[in-house]
C-alpha cells in the first residue's frame, strides 16, 4: 500500500467518495474545499492506493498552520464527525496503519482525526462530547420522540407555524440573522457571513442540502442548515429567537424535516455533535428520539496533545453576549479560524 496525498479535487478522490456507501456529506471534496477557500488554509486527500493506483481508503484534510504550533492536519475543522473511508473487502485496520505512519513521518506537529482510531503508539484519542442520531424508519408513523418534544411540536402547529424549505440568498439570510442572535446567546464567536454564502453557492443550491425555516405571520422564528449525501441527512447548523423559543417553532421544523426525509429515503438523521456540558441540548435531542454515542477524536502525533482549541473564557462570553451583533460578526471574521 502506498499513500499519497493529492488535490482535493482530484477526480479519482472525488469519484471514491461519491460512490462510497459510507460517505457522508463531509467527505465530499466540495466540503473541504469550502472551508479551505474561507478560512485560507490548504485541502487535500489522503488516499490509499494499490499498486496499481487502485484507492483502498482515505480521508480529507486540511493544513493549518498557527505559530508557534507550526502545521497541523486536521480531518476536518468545523466538522463533527469523519471517519477513515476503506474501500469495501479491505482491511481497514491496513489503511489506517498506512494513514498513521505516514503522519508520523511528515513535517507535522500533529493530525487531528475526528473519528476513532486504535490505539497505537503515538495515536491518542481524545473525547469530544458526543454524537446524537435518529434511525429513520420508511414510514415517518413509526417515529417516536418524547412526549416533551411532541407537546412542544402540536403547540408550534397551533399557533400556525410554518415550515418551508429553500436554497437561494434569501434563505441564508433569515437563517444567518438567527445564526447571530443565537451565537450571540451562547457567548460564542459567529462564523463568517462569507462561510455560508459558499456553502449556498457550492453545496446547497446544486443541491447538496437545502435550509428549513419556520415562520409565523411572515417572521422566521427557528432555522436551520441541512447537508445530505447517500442516505444521511446532517443537521449541521441550527437557530432560533432567542425572544420566541416558547413556540416551539425549533421542534416543528426538526419534525416535519424528519418526517419528509424517511419519505425520501433517508435512513440517517444525524444531529451532530454536543459538547458535553450542553446537558440541555442533550436532553433535547434526546428527546427527539436521538441515540446519544460518546464521540472520540483521534492525534496522531509525537507526544499527547494539549488543548488545541482556543476556548471562550468568562470575560469573552460576557463582551459577546452584551455586545450588538455587529460585533459578534465582527469578532468571527477575525478569529474564528483560530478554532479550527
Not at 479535487?9 to 466540495?30: G, I, K, N, Q
Not at 503515538?122 to 424508519?137: D, K, T
Request: hydrophobic share 40%; proline share 7%; net charge positive.
Amino acid at each position: 500500500m502506498e499513500v499519497s496525498r493529492v488535490p482535493i479535487d482530484d477526480h479519482t478522490w472525488r469519484e471514491f467518495t461519491s460512490s462510497h456507501p459510507e460517505a457522508t456529506p463531509f467527505h465530499l471534496p466540495a466540503w473541504a474545499a469550502l472551508i479551505a477557500d474561507c478560512y485560507r488554509f490548504q485541502a487535500f486527500a489522503l488516499t490509499v492506493r494499490s499498486p496499481g493506483g487502485e484507492i483502498l481508503g482515505g480521508i480529507p484534510a486540511v493544513a493549518v498552520r498557527f505559530p508557534p504550533a507550526g502545521w497541523r492536519w486536521v480531518s476536518l475543522p468545523f466538522t463533527d464527525s469523519c471517519p477513515v473511508l476503506v474501500r469495501q473487502g479491505v482491511a481497514s485496520e491496513d489503511v489506517v496503519i498506512a494513514l498513521e505512519g505516514h503522519a508520523q513521518i511528515s513535517s507535522i506537529s500533529d493530525f487531528e482525526v475526528r473519528s476513532s482510531l486504535p490505539e497505537s503508539e503515538g495515536v491518542y484519542p481524545v473525547s469530544a462530547g458526543y454524537e446524537h442520531a435518529v434511525e429513520l424508519p420508511r414510514d415517518p408513523a413509526e417515529l417516536h420522540p418524547q412526549r416533551n418534544f411532541r407537546q412542544h411540536r402540536n403547540q408550534a402547529r397551533a399557533k400556525g407555524v410554518q415550515v418551508a424549505r429553500g436554497r437561494g440568498p434569501e434563505a441564508v439570510a433569515g437563517f444567518y440573522r438567527l445564526h447571530t442572535l443565537t451565537r450571540r446567546r451562547l457567548g460564542v464567536p459567529v462564523q463568517p457571513r462569507r462561510f455560508f454564502d459558499l456553502l449556498q453557492e457550492r453545496l446547497l443550491e446544486p443541491g447538496g442540502g437545502f435550509i428549513a425555516t419556520a415562520t409565523l405571520d411572515g417572521d422566521v422564528l427557528a432555522a436551520a442548515v441541512y447537508l445530505v449525501h447517500n442516505t444521511t441527512i446532517v443537521a449541521k447548523y441550527q437557530a432560533s429567537d432567542p425572544s420566541r423559543r416558547e413556540t416551539g417553532a425549533g421542534h416543528l421544523m426538526h419534525w416535519e424535516v424528519m418526517s419528509e426525509a424517511c419519505a425520501e429515503g433517508y435512513r440517517v438523521y444525524d444531529l451532530g455533535r454536543t459538547d458535553a456540558s450542553t446537558e440541555g441540548l442533550r436532553v433535547f435531542k434526546t428527546r427527539m428520539g436521538a441515540v446519544e454515542t460518546p464521540l472520540v477524536y483521534t492525534h496522531i502525533a509525537r507526544r499527547p496533545p494539549g488543548d488545541k482549541r482556543p476556548s471562550v473564557g468568562g470575560l469573552s462570553q460576557r463582551v459577546i453576549r452584551s455586545s450588538p451583533t455587529w460585533v459578534c460578526r465582527a469578532l468571527g471574521e477575525a478569529f474564528y479560524r483560530r478554532t479550527a
